[in-house]
């Protein structure tokens, strides 16, 4: 099986009940298993991200100090204040169990660029409300 395949294997892009669409595991990962990894080949200085598109900028992630234009399929991952993934070096890593069929979701608070807020409606009692 290529890389390529493996990747695309292990998340798949659907509707989401969040927003839009969303990234859902496509099999059963562990508690700190890698679930994806970012594509990092489209990365702005931020004076440059600053002027991205408008339409694009929900996109933008900040990571590691770079400026990322996410790409598919993470750029699909939906926000929630009890996430079940984590970022990390530009890894998705299970922050618990999750079990195949999951919506995969991060906390945008942590890598929106700064100049970008928007209102959550995770309805999780933790929620943030302004992220
Ligand atoms: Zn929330």
Redesign the pocket.
Known sequence: MSLMNKIMADVTVQNSKIEGKGVFAGRNFRKGETVMKWDTSIVFIKRDALKVLLNKRKYLVVSNGMYLLAQYPEKYLN????PNTLEKNHYDIALRNIRKGEELTTDYSLDAPPHIKMK?????S????I?
């Not at 926000?79 to 009890?82: I, L, R, V």
């Not at 933790?126 to 409300?129: D, S, T």
């Open positions: 926000h929630s204040c009890m959550c409606a995770c309805k999780n933790n929620c943030k409300r992220i």
